[in-house]
């Protein structure tokens, strides 16, 4: 992907049947990127990872009318890899930087604005849900997680996974030459870790998270407890080379 103006800045989002919400979502943050930047320099990328309902469909027609926004589709390969894909587009697209975010309209644009004025700062900006908006049994693998980290890496990291994340995007470029292959089921915690462990900074900005209103959680109960326990086995196969892939970064 050769753009001609130099982006400010690309936001990543995956999406997954999420035909009830998705062109509101894109609107939203199309207008509130609009607001923040003052200026044209961004895009909005969306990775529909293999929808079966009309997200594809949909995406497409916005983008015949949203000039922010490009439509990428592929076969479902689950969050992790739809999240890492748009990363790699999103590089080769070279702004200066790179956010994402999720597709279900559980986060607000004028948060972003924090992380924007901050980006001078930190290589990597991570926020936090102060109150999560999610069932009892996924706050509690959440908490293993956070538990997990620290015992596998020393690292405190109090919310990991967010999907709620700005990257400079030479730094991001480092952080995927890095990425175990294939692909991790949760890629975003081994970013998180990565970044702590290069002494990036800014881990804490308080986000708001809001209750999901449309769609469903592709992860149920038993499935999450898989998923998890596969994560934890991948986290620690990566702690082995750890040093070398920190030396790699810095």
């Known amino acids: ?98 956010f994402q975010t999720d597709s279900d309209d559980q986060f607000i644009p004028d948060d972003f604005r924090h992380f924007w004025d901050l980006k001078e700062q930190s290589d990597f900006i991570l926020g936090f849900r102060q109150i999560r908006h999610d069932d009892p049994f996924r706050l509690l693998i959440t908490k293993i997680l956070k538990f997990s980290l620290l015992l596998i890496y020393g690292t405190y990291i109090n919310d990991a996974n967010i999907p709620f994340r700005l990257y400079k995007t030479s730094f991001l470029r480092k952080l995927l030459s890095v990425l175990p292959n294939p692909i991790p089921f949760a890629p975003n915690i081994f970013m998180s870790v990565l970044a702590k462990k290069t002494n990036q900074k800014l881990f804490n900005i308080p986000v708001i998270h809001k209750e999901r209103e449309t769609g469903e959680v592709s992860i149920r109960h038993m499935k999450l407890l898989k998923v998890c326990w596969q994560s934890l086995k991948e986290l620690i196969l990566f702690r082995v080379n750890l040093n070398q892939y920190i030396s790699r970064i810095l």
Do not use: R
């Open 1 to 98: 992907i050769i753009m001609l103006n130099k982006l400010d800045l690309v936001v990543v989002i995956p999406a997954y049947n999420e035909e009830a919400c998705i062109e509101s979502v894109i609107e939203l943050w199309t207008q509130g990127i609009s607001n923040i930047l003052k200026n044209e320099n961004f895009k909005i990328l969306v990775i529909n990872d293999g929808s079966k309902d009309n997200t594809g469909v949909i995406l497409d027609q916005i983008a015949t009318s949203n000039k922010y926004l490009i439509a990428k589709h592929q076969l479902n390969g689950g969050h992790g890899n739809a999240v890492v894909n748009g990363y790699k587009f999103a590089v080769e697209m070279n702004p200066d930087y790179i």
